[in-house]
């Protein structure tokens, strides 16, 4: 199947910094990617869209100034939590479409996911 | 994206097959059936997909009710390494539906 590579896989930070989370296709091109955020022992919970060249797409409740998201090529988009807190210590994960052999319609393909701890 | 009802928990043991039910009652004519599985601390690895006839890969297969009301996913020899949180997904295919939303799943534990 298709490959979607994140980077990196663990991070910790200080509280009030930033850090940024890269999610990469490496073998298909993706004009759409999405990003999710799990809390321990739950299901993942979808954050944003992100579309090549324009503006993310964001879920009610998600903080766009706070959850900045970047698509600035086919093959990568950026997530960059800002004056991280604590609480936003969770585990990130991004996903991008791609065709499939197995009959018709598109498959999402995810990440390998990022835990950032807030500390 | 209509709803979907699994199990919460599943035992199997190792070599047999596993069985994960999926109730989707609610599906529409152009809603795909897509199975995911998430192993602790990792992202969802895609498993297999239908719309409407059965389907078998190197993976699992996947076996769709008549009235598409209902699917099984089968792992026919369940190894220790199948341990995970099997997610049943409905969605439609095409432009501007291409997210996916994750219900609870259903905890499967391959026992030795």
């Known amino acids: 199947g298709a490959v979607v590579s994140q980077h990196p896989s663990r991070v910790i930070c200080k509280s009030g910094t930033s850090v940024k989370i890269e999610c990469r296709s490496l073998?298909?091109?993706?004009?759409?990617m999405f990003w999710y955020r799990q809390f321990p022992k739950q299901s993942l919970m979808l954050m944003a869209t992100?579309?090549?060249?324009?503006?993310?797409?964001?879920e009610q409740g998600v903080e766009k100034d706070k959850f900045l998201i970047n698509h600035a090529s086919l093959t990568l988009s950026t997530l960059t939590v800002t004056s991280a807190h604590p609480e936003d210590s969770s585990f990130y994960i991004c996903?991008?479409?791609?065709?499939?052999?197995?009959?018709?319609?598109?498959?999402?393909?995810f990440g390998e996911g990022s835990w950032l701890t807030v500390v | 994206d209509a709803k979907t009802t699994q199990p919460p928990s599943m035992d199997c043991a190792e070599g047999r097959a596993a069985n994960l039910p999926c109730n989707h009652s609610?599906?529409?004519?152009?809603?795909?059936v897509y199975w995911y599985r998430q192993i602790h601390s990792q992202g969802p690895q895609y498993i297999i997909h239908?719309?409407?006839?059965?389907e078998t890969n190197e993976m699992a297969s996947l076996i769709i009710t008549e009235d598409r009301k209902s699917s099984t996913l089968i792992l026919p020899h369940a190894t220790l390494r199948d341990t995970a949180v099997y997610y049943c997904?409905?969605?439609?295919w095409g432009a501007g539906a291409n997210n996916l939303f994750f219900g609870t799943g259903t905890r499967l534990t391959v026992i030795p």
């Open positions: 996903s991008a479409s791609a065709i499939v052999s197995q009959g018709t319609g598109n498959t999402i393909y």
């Open positions: 073998d298909f091109q993706a004009t759409t």
């Open positions: 992100s579309n090549e060249g324009s503006k993310a797409t964001y």
């Open positions: 609610t599906i529409s004519g152009n809603e795909y």
């Open positions: 239908g719309l409407k006839n059965n």
């Open positions: 997904i409905v969605r439609v």
